[in-house]
């Protein structure tokens, strides 16, 4: 059962938040001298059950809306979901329960930390559920919209408010160097996002989730996710230029360069199967650059 939930929450992607409340954290402590451990477990522990109620919260609506299974039958699609709920590995309630569950631990974190850092803490952690459950869940689903929303809700669910919600625990201020630090890693998980989409965008096409692949086509979305690629790393120079990092965290910028050789391989129309290379690469680099930059933080503030 235990190993079931790991993949139907996709724990193995749970870097992608913990990197950035880290990344917070460190800042507080580098620009501040200020770092509270016990303050930094529960957030720690709130963000990964936020994220993983994300994860599962999108695929039980995605389930729902038809698009898991659309997946599930379409030749030629990669599916990226667990798969319990099309082939009734768990039910629809037990999967809601365990949904929830982790929402629960979530709220409850985000509750002790307003009490203990300030009611703007609360306030990030409900944006971030608002984002994470009106992405798939009726009457908004901009996740199906495909007017760049998405993108958008990503950047600021996995850059803007880990970030800068992790700072302001610790500081109970706000920064402008937290949240330009939050652009870099921020960017490259939307990237990831992104060019997950490719795995399986003619079955969201025909389910009718219009994402910006499916608008756009694979021509023009390639040159949209090269472009946020670049994106990310220029916004990490910035970071450098306007000291929210220092200048050895330039040494990240190599990380890029594993991922931009994968577009080179890849035409302007691909089968599903060739973009795994390109998921791949996006993670890796996602989790190679932030790893980079945590190591930056941590040795400035020792020096």
């Known amino acids: 059962m235990f190993k079931q939930f790991l993949k139907a929450s996709r724990v193995s992607v749970l870097p992608v938040m913990l990197i950035p409340v880290a990344l917070g954290a460190l800042g507080a402590y580098v620009w501040n001298g200020v770092f509270h451990p016990f303050l ?106 495909g007017k760049g929303y998405s993108e958008l809700a990503i950047l600021i669910s996995f850059g803007v408010l880990p970030v800068v919600g992790a700072y302001f625990v610790q500081t109970s201020q706000l920064d402008y160097r937290a949240l330009l630090l939050s652009l870099p890693i921020g960017l490259l998980t939307t990237l990831i996002l992104f060019n997950h989409h490719f795995l399986h965008w003619q079955a969201d096409k025909q389910a009718g989730k219009r994402t910006l692949v499916v608008v756009w086509g694979e021509r023009r979305a390639l040159l949209f996710s090269r472009v946020l690629l670049a994106l990310a790393y220029f916004t990490l120079v910035v970071c450098v230029a306007l000291d929210s990092l220092p200048v050895y965290a330039l040494l990240a910028l190599p990380t890029a360069v594993p991922l931009y050789r994968v577009y080179g391989r890849l035409s302007t129309r691909n089968d599903s199967a060739a973009y795994v290379p390109l998921m791949g690469a996006s993670v890796k680099a996602t989790f190679r650059c932030g790893t980079v930059l945590i190591a930056a933080l941590w040795i400035q503030g020792l020096v």
């Open 40 to 145: 930094f477990v529960i957030t720690i522990i709130g963000a990964g059950a936020a994220h993983l109620f994300s994860n599962m919260i999108n695929d039980l609506w995605d389930y729902y809306n038809g698009t898991d299974t659309a997946a599930q039958t379409t030749d030629g699609v990669i599916p990226t979901n667990s798969g319990y709920l099309t082939k009734g590995t768990w039910s629809i309630r037990a999967f809601a329960a365990v949904t929830w569950g982790l929402f629960g631990i979530a709220a409850i974190c985000g509750v002790i930390l307003s009490v203990l850092s300030g009611w703007l803490a609360l306030v990030f952690g409900i944006l971030g559920a608002l984002i994470a459950y009106f992405y798939v869940a009726p009457p908004i689903q901009f996740g199906y919209r």
